[in-house]
């Protein structure tokens, strides 16, 4: 009778060695239940931080977040999310960018304690519907969000934060500031993707944050007091922690967001089956409760709301090790470096332009994935409820629809997700009714 490698390891043993833990042969890959030699999977987990860390970092720096704490509850909530999916789903929880919009409108007076508490209950319901699906399964999710409306929100998303990408939260913070700096960072950005091959093509972000950094720097480009802020930050110390509070406008604001998240964690648990040739299915809620219990423990604290990141996805598929053994290594990582006041101060010095080049690139990469699901699941735009479903909803969005009631606030994330269910069930249903069925 053969085994696992999961099945076969012992109570003391956390993972087994793969084949003799210095090569993998061609067609293989190593499990989830598997490491390779420590100081390859140390060099495989650090590679996982590099590729989440342009992304994850740019999350706080927009949305004036503690970038130290932010990387201090990513690696925090991967080591949770490792725990409550039992050491056999391999993924790193980095800072979500759905998050950025509802977060800058929730912000009170750039008090983020309001945006923090939405992102604790936005936390708690993903880490409820995770409870629903451990007992329920998955089809009801499929019924909610079909394609045609989980493309439609991840789309309008990235439109939504447009804006941001030019002018950042209209304190002039974005490409308007620094023009110069922006395009050679967006051109490094550019340059990088298509120079690179393999995985270095997989950090054109960073590149081009780190290039337009240097030019910046070159051309007086950095802000004096976050440089005088780095000089004279401690090497190791606390995290600058945030306590919450709780607001129904700011909830209101932030909990459209779990429904981007659903989609993006099973994305990512389908991507890592379809790659290990493994059905992962039975573990998609323990996915949802420990990304949601990661956002509550992030936004208890003062970090960025956290998602299953596809840029972690690149680094196994280049490296087909699956090993959760490296992730507790990037995870880890993660934590040592928020430790360091140093680290969060040099990423202060990030200056206006190379964020708005930056952010150009992604939120706009946040947009084409929402045409990607689309494409992936051959959407058909002949039927009009999928294209008027989209068209609505997107439109909404993009152009920020805010709608006031009392003291409640809805803004274009919030209204355009509302409108993509709305529309496409409510026309799905009258569609149904209307059509006489066949005797």
Known sequence: MTH?????????????????????RPGDVVHPGERL?????????????????????TVPLITGFPPATTLFFSGLGTLLFLLITGNRLPSYLGSSFAFIAPVLAAKAGGDIGPALGGIVVAGAALALVGVVVQVAGTRWIDVL??????????????????????????????????????????AAILLATVVFRGFLSRLSILVGVVVGWLFAAAVGGLDPAALTGLREAAWVG???????????????????????????????????????????????????????????????????????????????????VYSTAAYWV???????????????????????????????????LIAILGARIWIEN?????????????AVAVIIGAANYTLTAGDLSFNGIALGTAAALLIYHTMRTITHLRTPTTP
């Open 378 to 390: 051959r959407v058909d735009f002949h039927d009009p409820v999928n294209l008027l479903t989209a």
């Open 37 to 57: 030699s420590w100081p390859r999977t140390v060099g495989i987990g650090v590679q996982h931080v590099v590729a989440m860390f342009g992304a994850t970092f």
């Open 238 to 320: 606390m995290p600058q922690f945030h306590t919450p509070s709780f607001s129904l406008h700011a909830v209101v604001l932030v909990i459209p967001v779990i429904l981007v998240l659903i989609a993006e964690n099973a994305g990512h648990v389908k991507a890592v089956a379809a790659m290990t040739g493994r059905s992962l299915d039975k573990d998609m809620g323990r996915a949802f409760l420990g990304d949601g219990l990661a956002t509550v423990l992030a936004g208890s604290g003062g970090g960025s709301g956290t998602t299953t990141y596809a840029e972690n996805i690149g680094v196994m598929a280049a490296t087909r």
């Open 330 to 364: 990037a995870g880890l990582t993660a934590v040592l470096l928020g430790l360091s006041p140093k680290f969060g101060a040099l990423i202060l010095t990030v200056p206006a332009g190379v964020l708005g080049g930056a952010t150009t690139a992604l939120y706009g």
């Open 4 to 24: 696992t490698p999961t099945e076969s390891r012992s109570r003391w043993r956390p993972w087994t060695l793969h084949g003799d833990g210095r090569t993998v």
């Open 145 to 186: 969000m079909p394609p045609v409306v989980t493309g439609a929100i991840v789309m309008l998303i990235g439109l939504n934060l447009a804006p941001v990408a030019w002018d950042g939260d209209g304190s002039g913070t974005g490409v308007k500031a620094q023009p110069l700096i922006a395009l050679v960072t967006l």
